[in-house]
């Protein structure tokens, strides 16, 4: 498609004189362009189609960047993008060192906050909304939220203090019925307050007097049930957010430019919070993978960020293919592994909050569908079901990304923890998560699992180590456990592996040596195990060791060869600070090492997007990365 339009624009004022006509045609640009270049080089690409006219007609009204658009998560960013002078280097999105896949503060004055998270843009919003006021300004705020970034607390926490503090604000309710996950909860019906309405009660009392005179065939209760479900729709929408101090309006259709240009022209000036309900298409334009069978929920999934298929006109640099794909991603390990243990034990549950796909539960959820529980966009939520469980001898199995598990951290101590429920915590992503960058890496969460009493904090170095974990994990009764592993291959998996608890606190020397200890954490194993084979280290006689406990320590062998090594290095994919290495660090201080000691670990800022071997390379985090701040600290010449 030839672009006649969106080349031209390079912010919302380059098109707020266009007619209704040429609308519809940038809207088709907008389109177009993000599924032929998206499609090339990968991204999130279902979310922002489905806003494509709600992002045009926002800038058109609003005056941005002076009025502030607040993107709730950032996958819907990608028109705003666009159209906010971002399309010369859109073709590096998610890419290393190029544009961000989300909203960042840094990136542009028209992204007025940050997100990654989900749930987050209301109370942002109103957070701004309220230093308007304070600051005597006048600028008008909106928010963008999705139907499956409403289930969280987070966002209603923001609803209900903004309906408080009445201050002018506008909530976009974008309501395509779809996330990554099938939605769960109530958005899809209003909640359960709403149709305990009295109003619509009575009226549907008088109904069903009425229509317990008619004949009971089949055709008779398929009609009333669709009058009692238009009924309920035309008595209670936007009952709750009436409530709750807000103005609703809707719902109206999301792909109609021009009339979303009429509608918030209208209501843009109420001095008053207002919630505008709009009815979008998840994806729209795609052509569906799933034709013969009209199944469009699947391309929620399939589209919701797409691979990349680049071809000869756009330049990619192609990060270098990562050399252990040998075995299955920890992801799908993890699946089977549920599965299997599903099999044998009666007691096992899996939990996830919205992430069913990214955690490799699909197969559980198919094969034990009484079994599996998404609790959508509600991480706390998750936790503390996960303890209520627990308590009655159920044994729940709570797989959540490393950096959305941060998010309830009061309820792993207050609800888990000191009550010693015996929660396992199936932490996916820890450590580098790649093109999403760092709002999504898993840096954290050694550092704040092992500070809380009594948790048990593990990393697999592989497939095999993580089935003996979780059955490990399964035969504690009275901690919770966690156990962290990375996105990437689980580097040796057999399919019928052995059973085999391990010892809790256990490590397991995976190479002999005299002269300097290597503890390392997880799949850096491996890398650790790689690193010594540099020649520049080839004059040492390396001990490395597997720290498949982080949380507690093998001090039986560290009290046993605290006096052998003259220098003690710890390797893990986390945060230093806090991490396993200042876990070893005050050991050996409080036991009077004499020796040299170094931490390696992810540093002291937050780490920007890229591939996951790029990253690691960037932050010598790779084998020979590492092999060269050895040589360093070992005063020996670099890496060449």
């Known amino acids: 498609m030839q672009l006649k339009y969106l080349p031209n624009i390079s912010e919302p004022k380059d098109f707020r004189h266009f007619s209704d006509d040429q609308l519809i045609d940038l809207c088709e640009e907008l389109r177009t362009y993000t599924i032929e270049t998206i499609t090339e080089i990968g991204g999130h690409l279902a979310p922002t189609l489905g806003v494509i006219e709600l992002t045009v007609a926002l800038h058109y009204v609003y005056n ?16 705003h993008k666009l159209l906010t002078g971002r399309m010369k280097d859109f073709h590096t999105i998610r890419n290393f060192k190029g544009l961000s896949g989300f909203l960042k503060r840094s990136e542009s004055k028209f992204d007025s906050i940050g997100a990654g998270h989900a749930s987050t843009s209301i109370s942002a919003a109103l957070g701004i909304a309220e230093a308007r006021h304070q600051k005597n300004k006048d600028y008008r705020v909106a928010a963008i939220i999705g139907d499956g970034s409403m289930t969280g ?82 008595i209670v929408p936007g009952v709750l957010f009436d409530e709750l101090g807000f103005r609703y309006f809707g719902p109206i259709d999301g792909h109609d430019v021009n009339l979303l240009v009429k509608t918030i022209n209208n209501i843009k000036d109420i001095k008053k919070p207002v919630l505008l309900h709009v009815i979008t298409k998840k994806g729209k334009g795609m052509v569906s993978m799933n034709q013969n069978n009209g199944e469009y929920h699947n391309d929620a999934v399939k589209f919701h960020a797409v691979k990349a298929t680049p071809v000869e006109k756009i330049e990619i640099v192609k990060p270098e293919p990562d050399k252990k794909l040998k075995a299955p991603v920890f992801q799908d390990v993890f699946g089977k592994l549920v599965c299997e243990i599903a099999n044998n034990r009666e007691d096992t549950v899996c939990v996830t909050a919205a992430m069913r796909e990214g955690t490799g539960l699909v197969p559980f959820s198919k094969s034990f569908p009484n079994r599996y529980y998404d609790v959508g966009i509600a991480e706390g939520h998750a936790v503390t079901f996960c303890s209520g469980l627990a308590t009655e001898g159920v044994r729940p199995i709570a797989a959540i990304y490393s950096t959305f598990l941060q998010r309830a951290y009061d309820h792993i101590i207050h609800d888990c923890a000191i009550q010693h429920l015996p929660v396992i915590f199936c932490m996916d992503r820890a450590g580098i998560a790649g093109e999403d960058g760092p709002t999504h890496h898993g840096a954290l969460d050694i550092a704040y699992m092992r500070s809380i009493q009594g948790m048990i904090v593990s990393a697999p170095k592989n497939g095999n180590e993580l089935r003996k974990l979780l059955y490990t994990a399964l035969s504690v009764n009275d901690h919770p456990f966690s156990i962290r592993y990375p996105k990437t291959s689980s580097i040796e998996f057999e399919e019928n592996g052995q059973i085999e608890l391990i010892p809790i606190g256990s490590w397991d020397i995976e190479k002999k040596g005299k002269d300097v200890l290597i503890l390392a954490v997880g799949p850096m194993v491996y890398t650790a195990l790689e690193s010594v084979k540099e020649d520049v280290l080839s004059d040492y006689n390396i001990e490395i060791v597997n720290c498949r406990f982080i949380k507690p320590m093998d001090l039986a062998y560290l009290e046993k060869i605290k006096e052998k090594f003259s220098s003690i290095i710890t390797i893990e994919e986390g945060t230093k600070i806090g991490g396993f290495g200042d876990g070893v660090a005050s050991w050996l201080l409080e036991n009077n090492y004499k020796g040299n000691f170094k931490k390696i670990g992810l540093p002291d800022n937050f780490v920007e997007h890229g591939s996951r071997n790029q990253i690691l390379e960037m932050l010598s985090l790779d084998a020979k990365g590492i092999a060269n701040q050895l040589q360093k600290f070992l005063n020996k010449k670099k890496v060449k």
Not at 166 to 185: A, C, H, T
Not at 218 to 229: M, N
């Open 64 to 79: 941005t960047p002076i009025d502030k658009l607040i993107w709730d998560v950032g996958h819907q960013g990608y028109a």
């Open 153 to 234: 607390g987070l966002a209603f926490e923001g609803i209900n203090n903004a309906g408080h503090l009445k201050r002018q604000l506008l909530v976009i309710l974008n309501d395509n019925e779809m996330s990554i996950s099938p939605n769960v909860g109530a958005i899809s019906t209003y909640f359960t307050r709403l149709i305990s309405n009295p109003l619509y009660n009575r009226i549907r009392n008088e109904f069903w007097n009425f229509t317990g005179k008619l004949p009971a065939t089949e055709t008779t209760r398929t009609i009333i049930k669709k009058v009692e479900e238009s009924l309920k729709n035309l």
